[in-house]
């Protein structure tokens, strides 16, 4: 990795709930990781799940919490140096892994990764967060994730299904609707940025975001990682939540930090 975030990045963190920070891996880290993301597709697990379309004419395909089972996430996650960099945005003591969420998006593939915040999908209470998105394909402005700055300040928004809209989390009316950004775009603060493998982007789990579809011939493979900071609670839901933890709710109470086997501590190591 390269050195820690600078106070710069770390306000604007802070300020806007995402922030790009160039050239943080070297191009061994890349491949180690694009080695990874591609025997994930080969064996998806079984919490893998398809959110395009059928009539889609590319592939939307997700895969979650696969870090014990795959050598080269793991490898990456424990040597790559992005718990400093997440306990520095957060301004947090302790870094601890939530999970890895894999995103591919195959050439041609028009669903949209609709606009939405992470948090209320969880099972967790806390601000002291960050996730990782992290290419290791070329992304154009056009195709790359795209943020609604100063929206992790809240409120939290009704978290609903990809494909069909549906309130599966949240009872339906309990949290407010999320804004229609993309018919008034000039109404939002919009940030994102084109990124290179060796890039990321980080940005707080209920910074509001989205993202378009990728144009025939170009291909995006991303892994995400979530991490945790020193205020993160065990919050479970009456629910299943994505992804789900089972038997979690057996090993830690309401209220209680995640100090558990399956969200190790990555900073300090």
């Known amino acids: 990795m390269t050195a820690a975030p600078s106070q710069q990045q770390i306000e604007a963190f ?34 893998a799940k398809i959110a395009s379309t ?49 995103l591919t998006k195959e050439p041609g593939t028009v669903q949209r990764t609709p606009w939405h915040q992470d948090q209320p999908y969880y099972n967790i209470d806390g601000a002291m967060n960050v996730s990782f998105w992290i290419p290791v394909d070329p992304v154009s402005r056009a195709s790359t994730l795209e943020f609604v700055a100063g929206s992790h300040r809240g409120p939290w928004l009704m978290p609903r299904t990809f494909r069909d809209n549906q309130a599966k ?67 479970p839901r009456h629910w299943a939540t994505s992804p789900e933890f089972p038997g979690l709710a057996d090993d830690l109470p309401p209220g209680a930090a995640m100090d558990h086997p399956l969200f190790p501590l990555l900073w300090p190591g």
């Open 14 to 47: 802070q300020r806007d709930g995402a922030v790009c920070l160039r050239g943080v891996l070297n191009a061994n880290a890349v491949a180690r990781l694009r080695d990874g993301i591609d025997a994930n597709l080969r064996a998806p697990s079984p919490r």
């Open 54 to 102: 059928n009539g889609d004419p590319g592939l939307f395909v997700e895969d979650f919490c696969n870090w014990r089972e795959n050598d080269a996430y793991r490898d990456f996650i424990f040597t790559s140096g992005l718990g400093e960099i997440a306990a520095r945005l957060m301004q947090s003591k302790t870094a601890r892994l939530y999970h890895d969420h894999m």
């Open 169 to 235: 989390w949240f009872p339906e009316g309990s949290l407010a609707d999320l804004p229609d950004v993309e018919a008034d775009r000039a109404a939002h603060n919009i940030i994102g940025w084109a990124l290179e493998p060796g890039d990321l982007v980080a940005f707080h789990m209920l910074t509001l975001h989205g993202s378009a579809g990728v144009q025939p011939g170009t291909r995006r493979r991303v892994f995400s990682l979530r991490v945790l900071g020193d205020d993160i609670t065990h919050a």
